[in-house]
Structure formats: structure tokens, C-alpha cells
Nanobody, 122 residues
């Protein structure tokens, strides 16, 4: 069993930056792949970024390429999402999830955090 806890959300003006963290606990062995997803009110949960267990492979949604960067520190069991040049349309609850492979598919992740709210004001 893996527990995931997100942090770092908040309120920021358009053009600003935030760094989200996803701290994992409860499992030993090879690191899981981790994905970030976001969900706005009344909408589905959408893929944002993902990173494989070793950190050498990353995936990004087209809407965040060039603005967001996913990284990980396996010594700290933490994955980060650096978000720059934030836009009002980035406003959502951001979730991290752990799975076997880095993928854009929500269904392929086995463990989920509770989410952290990101609000970008115009």
C-alpha cells in the first residue's frame, strides 16, 4: 500500500509560480511512476504530467509544455511539479497518483492522493 500526500497549492496571480509536492510513504523497493492530474469543478480529471520511477522519462500535456516541470527526489520519496507562467485556466484541484508505468491514462494509476487546490487569479 502506498500513501500519497500533496502540498504546495494556493492562490497565485496569473503569471506567477507554484511548486507542488507529492510525498509517498508505505512501500519499499523500486520507486513507482507518478503522474499529476487536475480536476476543475464540473469537469473530468485530466492528465498534466508524469515521470517514471528512475526520473529519466517524463510526459506532459500539451497545455502545460514549456511551463510545468515534473521532477523527483527518490531519496526523499517526493515528486515535484514546478508550475510557471500560471494562467487562470490552470485553476483546479491537483492530484498525484502512483502506478507501475508513467502514462497519461487515469485508469493506469493505483494510488491517489487527496489533492491540493491551485487557484490562479486574473
Amino acid at each position: 500500500q502506498v500513501q500519497l500526500v500533496e502540498s504546495g497549492g494556493g492562490l497565485v496571480q496569473a503569471g506567477g509560480s507554484l511548486r507542488l509536492s507529492c510525498a509517498a510513504s508505505g512501500r519499499t523497493g523500486s520507486p513507482y511512476a507518478v503522474g499529476w492530474f487536475r480536476q476543475a469543478p464540473g469537469k473530468e480529471r485530466y492528465f498534466v504530467a508524469a515521470i517514471n520511477g528512475g526520473g529519466g522519462r517524463t510526459l506532459y500535456a500539451d497545455s502545460v509544455k514549456g511551463r510545468f516541470t515534473i521532477s523527483r527526489d527518490n531519496a526523499q520519496d517526493t515528486v515535484y511539479l514546478q508550475m510557471n507562467s500560471l494562467k487562470p485556466e490552470d485553476t483546479a484541484v491537483y492530484y498525484c497518483a502512483a502506478g507501475i508505468i508513467a502514462t497519461m491514462s487515469v485508469q493506469r494509476y493505483d494510488y491517489w492522493g487527496q489533492g491540493t487546490q491551485v487557484t490562479v487569479s486574473s
